[in-house]
């Protein structure tokens, strides 16, 4: 079964510093995907960032990466140079097996000026 | 642009009573998903179908009803709707062979179950 797991229900975090948003998922399927959702107050869904599970490398997207540890099962997010806009809702995804796709419960970010 | 376009954006039903969520991509996405959000609980896998004229159950099935009988449409039916129901649905499709795979969002409907 899948499960993906975000411990952190709320954070605040000072304009311009660099934040982390965990996110620690479980599966038995080989082949699967992380992604990264945002979620503004407005309530549309962004995709952010995505990793797959044999990508060799981190993946990044302008301030956004992913830090991927597949042996500990963790795909974290890094916003670097936090901003106010960055305030919003987080969600930690993952595609297994049959395609399904779960989210994390999220994670909500403010950004202190 | 229309991207993926949930109808209606907002309802109110009575205890016992049905409807029909529509969900219209025009993105020619063969994958389609819907969930549930309430607060504290994050998006909740309802059902999703994978191709046209296929279903399958996610996190929450009961309850609700799917049907995909064209792959540009994925209808979300409540047959008898409860409280419990009271959520925001949001609707999404994805193309794995393209891009990232990532899921495209509609707007999302508020539905009110008195």
């Known amino acids: 079964a899948q499960k993906i797991t975000q411990t952190q229900p709320g954070m605040f975090v000072q304009e311009k510093e660099a934040v982390t948003l965990d996110c620690t998922y479980d599966?038995?399927?080989?082949?699967?995907?992380l992604f990264w959702y945002k979620q503004p107050s407005s309530g549309e869904m962004i995709f952010l960032i995505y990793q797959g599970s044999y990508d060799q490398q981190n993946a990044t997207e302008g301030r956004y990466s992913l830090n991927f540890q597949k042996a500990r099962k963790s795909a974290n997010l890094v916003i670097s140079a936090s901003q106010l806009g960055d305030s919003a809702m987080y969600f930690c995804a993952m595609r297994g097996g049959w395609d399904k796709i779960i989210f994390g419960k999220g994670t909500r970010l403010h950004i202190l000026p | 642009n229309a991207g993926v376009t949930q109808t209606p954006k907002f309802r109110v039903l009575k205890t016992g009573q049905s409807m029909t969520l529509l969900c219209a991509q025009d993105m020619n996405h063969e994958y389609m998903y819907w969930y549930r959000q309430d607060p504290g609980m994050g998006l909740r896998l309802i059902h999703y179908?994978?191709?046209?004229?296929?279903?399958a159950k996610g996190e929450v099935p009961d309850g609700y009803n799917v049907s995909r009988l064209k792959k540009q449409n994925f209808l979300l039916g409540l047959e008898s709707a409860a409280p419990s129901q009271t959520s925001v649905y949001f609707c999404?499709?994805?193309?794995?062979?393209?891009?990232?795979?990532?899921?495209?969002f509609g707007e999302g409907s508020r539905l009110t179950v008195l």
């Open positions: 999404a499709s994805s193309s794995p062979g393209r891009g990232d795979g990532e899921l495209f």
């Open positions: 179908s994978v191709g046209e004229g296929t279903t």
């Open positions: 599966t038995s399927d080989p082949s699967y995907g």
